[in-house]
């Protein structure tokens, strides 16, 4: 329903989302609080997009011909209202490279954004689209994983497709999501080039086993079957090596009572999940003790429950 | 709880079983009414197992060594109480080779119905591990989707393991599941060796995304999400060929309202899901009237919705 009178400004919180949780690799997705990224959309007089970048992050393009942010308003823009002039100011809150869908906060707050100056704004589902193709633009594929949860909260699958099919799933909150994030990069791109090529089958059934697994356990909260689930026998093993001491975190997260633990997105953030009237802090300490003492690397930590409601809108102002 | 005064005769019925149920190969499993086989088991003064069986089928081993149903006694009985005799009388209510889980439902009953007369029965969750020796007797693999539903009820997740890891997965029975059985023999065995040995990583993603869905929609009762969950693209291709007119019967069930079509099992049968409020009785038709049409072969309708009970007792005498 179109709003009486169309907004001139709007700014759009999009949260850090942990894709594949595991064994779901380009399937599944978890948006979580904290980290994320702001985009301020407001009218201008000149048709088209223009951009300004606040919290300036190396690799970051502040070109608005190269940021997915404006990349995204654009083709909002073009499909909708091509006679809007808009201009976008980012402010990145999360940092770039790190696995927990920084391209896509980006993406996802500039479509919600633009989306609520429209005249008669889509459905926010009906955006994954135009945030798919930020996610081309920034790692060359189109996965709508991270935008998913962004836009939606709360967890979301994937089925493929173009443009991507996206289904929320229910998920209990009863989980804590531990995300830590080492000081190191891994491109997107970079991660989706180790992958192997084939699976063999009594592998890849281990695998959709997992994945069923996973989906169920986020449905009911049953954390024994979370913890035998995140499970990864694919593209763990494949990414393991892009983080340092990867195993030794894991193993030190479990120890210490993690339910599961595996690589955040395309890495090199770890994430582990622990019932959250579990030992959380002991985990995130450990996790964060381990990378600097057995990896000599700092590392950021965030605590989170699973954020259900995803990308929202922070303010507006009709004039 | 050892009950007050144990039983002398038990008579067990266990259900015939989906497993598969489209993408989830050797994960997913699930029971429907109707089908399936009847074991009584009488205590006896003669230690061991004696066996009897009744509707005599082609194919089906009536030799005490030779038969599932006996092999999982003996197993139950060599593991809890070696001195019982146990006199099994075997019904087969259901078609050996058909793909409905004919040897789960023989393993099943018996253990169940053995286990009913120890002086100490196993909690049923834990008599998965005998039935599926009893599938590794039948088709060489000790695969426990068909045992995993044909003992619990409702749909099981497998995740593999020895011994299996069984899981019930939630379903709403807001579905019916039609099984056609056309009259040729597929042999589990000879359909595993067709299977390919690796799938390309895109293929695996596509089905692990497609088993999620199918667990979800499962869980909700969302139509849509089943209708394009119930997608297979690593064994469906590879099992089609030995099944006549596979395709063209999933079209005609597909044209005639069924949410999604595909191979029960290993085959031949064939099973499609259909809304409860559905075209449940011109799909099954549609499948009937194709088998008989194009590829010249009979075949067998069952409709059931779930079966949430799984095996149950039918009859008990104390003496």
Redesign the interface.
């Known amino acids: 329903m179109p709003s009486a009178r169309p907004l001139r400004r709007v700014t759009v919180f999009a949260p850090a989302t942990i894709a594949n949780l595991g064994?779901?690799?380009?399937?599944?997705g978890l948006a979580i609080h904290k980290l994320g990224d702001t985009v301020t959309a407001e009218r201008v007089a000149k048709p088209g997009v223009t951009l300004v970048v606040h919290g300036r992050r190396a690799g970051l393009p502040t070109k608005s011909t190269d940021n997915v942010a404006a990349h995204v308003a654009r083709l909002v823009l073009e499909a909708c209202a091509p006679e809007l002039g808009v201009k976008l100011t980012l402010t990145k809150g999360m940092p770039i490279g790190s696995g927990l869908g920084s391209s896509a906060a980006s993406c996802v707050a500039a479509a919600v954004a633009v989306n609520a100056l429209l005249p008669r704004p889509l459905p926010r589902a009906e955006l994954i689209r135009f945030c798919a193709e930020g996610e081309r633009k920034a790692s060359g594929t189109a996965h709508a994983d991270n935008v998913g949860a962004a836009l939606l909260g709360g967890a979301c699958?994937?089925?493929?497709g173009n443009p991507p099919?996206v289904?929320p799933?229910?998920v209990q909150d009863v989980f804590t999501w531990i995300v830590a994030h080492p000081h190191v990069v891994v491109r997107t791109a970079d991660a989706r080039k180790i992958?192997?090529?084939?699976?063999?089958?009594a592998i890849?059934?281990?695998?959709?086993?997992?994945?069923?697994?996973?989906?169920?356990a986020l449905?009911?909260g049953?954390a024994a079957?979370l913890a035998?689930?995140i499970d990864d026998a694919?593209v763990e093993p494949a990414r393991a090596p892009l983080i340092p001491c990867f195993y030794g975190v894991k193993e030190a997260a479990l120890a210490a009572g993690a339910l599961g633990c595996s690589i955040a997105g395309s890495g090199p953030s770890m994430f582990a999940a622990v019932r959250t009237d579990g030992p959380v802090r002991r985990v995130a300490a450990a996790m964060r003790d381990t990378f600097r003492r057995e990896a000599r690397v700092g590392c950021d930590l965030t605590v989170s429950r699973v954020n259900r409601e995803g990308a929202r809108i922070v303010r507006s102002a009709v004039r």
Do not use: M
């Open positions: 064994p779901g690799f380009d399937a599944l699958l994937v089925r493929g099919d289904w799933l229910v992958l192997p090529r084939t699976v063999p089958l890849a059934t281990r695998q959709w086993a997992n994945v069923a697994g996973l989906v169920s449905a009911s049953d079957l035998r689930s694919v």
